[in-house]
Antibody, heavy 126, light 107 residues
Framework: QVQLVESGGGVVQPGGSLRLSCAAS????????MHWVRQAPGKGLQWVAA????????YYAESVKGRFTISRDNSKNMLYLQMNSLRVEDTAVYHC???????????????????WGQGTLVTVSS | EIVMTQSPATLSVSPGERATLACRAS??????LTWYQQKPGQAPRLLIY???TRATGIPARFSGSGSGTEFTLTISSLQSEDFAVYYC?????????FGGGTKVEIK
């Protein structure tokens, strides 16, 4: 079955950097668009970034644009989120999620999420 | 940015009763509206996409309706496993945005 496992979270000081990873299995990773979505402790959901299956299209939330970079290595079935200049308000559980759009379809991204990984906690604190 | 507003924030329902959750968009999202269920300590789970299409494996007691700016998620007869937080999300425009959630609790 489809499995998404995030890693790389931890505690970092404001202004610091962190790289999150998402290991995908159970599907042809290289054929599907992917997203990062975060959830601050006790709060709601916020979409962070998206990438098409072939890396040709990338999209970011305004709050992370210029600080975060989404990338993928299709040869390793891995999705990444490089986070720089971290702020206290970036504290959250970060989930990777699969988009139903795949190679050969008429849309690059459908922009809903199924399934989600369990997430990795990023805490930005001094 | 399209603002998604869910109501009520908390819904108290007895098992076996019907639950109706509302989601409103600040501008039209056509039928590009998704619903998720999240239980404590778990990742969200896709329930409904394109406003009214049930995801694979989702029981028929879950149904979605609406278009434009007004949407509804209905759970026809609440089971114990349905007590959770439900989120709507628009997938019509960037940035993708979620509602604040409706917590369905046992009455």
């Amino acid at each position: 079955q489809v499995q998404l496992v995030e890693s790389g979270g931890g505690v970092v000081q404001p202004g610091g950097s962190l790289r999150l990873s998402c290991a995908a299995s159970g599907f042809t990773f290289s054929s599907y668009a992917m997203h990062w979505v975060r959830q601050a402790p006790g709060k709601g959901l916020q979409w962070v970034a998206a990438m098409s299956y072939d890396t040709s299209h990338k999209y970011y939330a305004e709050s992370v644009k210029g600080r975060f970079t989404i990338s993928r290595d299709n040869s390793k079935n891995m999705l990444y989120l490089q986070m720089n200049s971290l702020r206290v308000e970036d504290t959250a559980v970060y989930h990777c999620a699969k988009d139903p759009a795949s190679v050969g379809q008429e849309v690059i991204l459908y922009n809903w999420f199924d399934p989600w990984g369990q997430g990795t906690l990023v805490t930005v604190s001094s | 940015e399209i603002v998604m507003t869910q109501s009520p924030a908390t819904l108290s329902v007895s098992p076996g009763e019907r639950a109706t959750l509302a989601c409103r968009a600040s501008q039209s999202v056509s039928s590009k509206l998704t619903w998720y269920q999240q239980k404590p300590g778990q990742a969200p789970r896709l329930l409904i996409y394109a406003a009214s299409t049930r995801a694979t494996g989702i029981p028929a007691r879950f149904s979605g309706s609406g278009s434009g700016t007004e949407f509804t998620l209905t759970i026809s007869s609440l089971q114990s496993e349905d007590f959770a937080v439900y989120y709507c999300q628009q997938h019509n425009a960037w940035p993708l945005t979620f509602g604040g959630g409706t917590k369905v609790e046992i009455k």
